[in-house]
């Protein structure tokens, strides 16, 4: 458990039954690491993960602080672990659920949140969530297609390209030794090819 001090920290387990043994300070600086994970994000899968795991607890009867701290021991993401953390100990301050994932904009959007927090007025946060998780998997599904169906343009488009460089590199010089023997005139498209050639081969 997470607290703002050692006495916090005593009072808190004593009030669910514990006894503190043992406590260190603990440092909640962003790392370099942390600050490049959270630029990258939280996979989309790892959010569908969370998102529908807490609602079977839920409906289990876990308490939302518990059932916080058992998705963070099966998360593998390692930033991801570290906001279900923060909003455990955030939870056992007091905050609402909604409160706490509007720290983390980048992993939970204000939509998110938003009906999150209106599961919590109305009591129902537990079908909200099932509700998210079908929309999130519905999402991700149509993102998947759409990727899969601009898979093929973009290789025709790279090897496109990767011909057209390499008759400019290879093929036109070749043609430019001819020209040149024969001494011909060229129209002035072949002569901005040739320019073209000769400034990407130098």
Do not use: C
């Not at 289990?60 to 953390?85: D, N, P």
């Not at 070749?174 to 050639?197: D, M, Y």
């Amino acid at each position: 458990m997470v607290a703002e001090n050692e006495t916090v920290l005593a009072e808190r387990l004593r009030l669910t039954g514990w006894t503190l043994m043992t406590a260190k300070p603990v440092t909640f600086g962003k790392t370099f690491t942390d600050k490049f994970d959270a630029f990258q994000g939280v996979p989309v899968v790892q959010k569908i993960f969370f998102t529908q795991n807490l609602g079977v607890m839920l409906r289990g009867g876990f308490a939302i602080s518990r059932a916080m701290g058992t998705l963070a021991q099966q998360t593998t993401h390692h930033y991801f672990k570290k906001v279900i953390l923060t909003i455990q100990t955030n939870l056992e301050s007091g905050n609402s659920f909604s409160q706490s994932l509007k720290e983390f904009p980048k992993v939970f959007p204000e939509l998110f949140v938003n009906m999150i927090a209106a599961g919590e007025l109305s009591g129902k946060l537990d079908e909200v969530l099932k509700n998210l998780t079908v929309q999130m998997k519905k999402d991700f599904q149509l993102i998947a297609k759409v990727k899969g169906a601009m898979t093929y343009p973009i290789v025709v488009i790279v090897a496109m390209i990767a011909a057209g460089t390499a008759m400019v590199v290879f093929v036109v010089p070749k043609l430019k030794e001819v020209f040149t023997a024969t001494n011909a005139k060229l129209p002035l498209p072949t002569r901005v090819l040739i320019s073209f050639s000769d400034a990407l081969v130098h």
